[in-house]
């Protein structure tokens, strides 16, 4: 067995087709153009090209887009003030500031400050909240994208016992949460669950996301398993980009698995588009929920 290859790059480039007419449509019917301000504090060479794919992104779809880039000793008290004018922009519907800040600058104070309203990459404590109660609203920006993978993959969600590797706030838990909504059943790993192999070998759908290169070897993957990798890590050795799932390995039990990097990366993205659209929409006095 060989593992079916999941196309990100087509799910991905499907996705934007429709949010572009959305935004379209939206603008032609109210006037209003989607727009997302991204605030960069610092020259973290990484945060730097997403910050830069996420305005290519924004081009490609006909989005207004605003890229803050401020320098590393830039003041707490300044980037919140940045935060509240962009707040207050009418063209701006969506404000994402680039993680993590400067250790000087408290990331919950950052999160806290940004408009629930625009809120796009789903952080702030009121859209956490509405996610946790399954009340509509912006849906976290990676899990979402896992989501529509495993859905334009044709893998059914429902019934399957779903296996999320990793706890963050940012990945691990809001995933959790939104296969729980798919009605999956769902058991969550960490650093701290014993024998992980074991139990993520009962995983139907099997979701890593810790940060750590070639983690999930065959041996924890049930045959025939729809893995999806979230991790992204530079080897040292050789400064090649590989997943937290050692895919060649991994790639002759499973039966569908999903390569890095060239999928969830650039869906991630793609849902902050359609949460930015929503945002829009919104202001608008119209809702995609």
Do not use: W
């Amino acid at each position: 067995m060989t593992a079916v290859r999941i196309n990100g790059k087509a799910i991905v480039g499907s996705i934007r087709e429709e949010i572009a007419q959305e935004a379209r449509q939206l603008e032609e019917r109210t006037g209003v153009k989607p727009g997302l301000a991204v605030v960069l504090v610092g020259d973290d060479p990484a945060s730097a090209v997403y910050v830069r794919n996420k305005a290519k992104a924004c081009e490609e779809v006909g989005f207004y887009s605003e890229v803050h880039k401020l320098p590393a000793e830039t003041t707490q008290e300044d980037v919140l003030a940045l935060i509240a004018e962009l707040n207050a922009k009418p063209t701006i519907h969506g404000i994402l500031v680039q993680s993590p800040p400067p250790a000087h600058i408290d990331e919950n104070a950052v999160i806290d400050a940004v408009d629930p309203a625009k809120d796009v990459d789903c952080f702030h404590p009121v859209n956490v909240g509405n996610l946790m109660i399954g009340k509509p609203s912006f849906l976290p920006c990676t899990p979402a994208g896992v989501i529509q993978i495993l859905k334009r993959t044709g893998i059914e969600i429902a019934g399957k016992h779903a296996v999320v590797v990793g706890r963050s706030n940012i990945v691990g838990k809001p995933m959790a949460m939104l296969l729980l909504q798919e009605n999956a059943t769902v058991t969550v790993c960490h650093s701290r669950t014993p024998n992980m192999e074991e139990i993520t070998k009962q995983a139907d759908i099997l979701v890593v996301a810790v940060g750590r290169a070639h983690l999930i070897t065959r041996k924890h993957v049930k045959p025939g398993a729809v893995v999806v990798d979230v991790g992204m890590n530079r080897l040292e050795s050789t400064g090649k980009l590989v997943g937290d799932v050692d895919y060649d390995d991994v790639a002759e039990v499973a039966g569908y698995l999903t390569p890095v990097p060239g999928c969830v990366g650039p869906m991630t993205i793609t849902m902050l588009l359609a949460n930015t659209l929503m945002a829009a929409g919104q202001l608008a006095g119209e809702s995609r929920a």
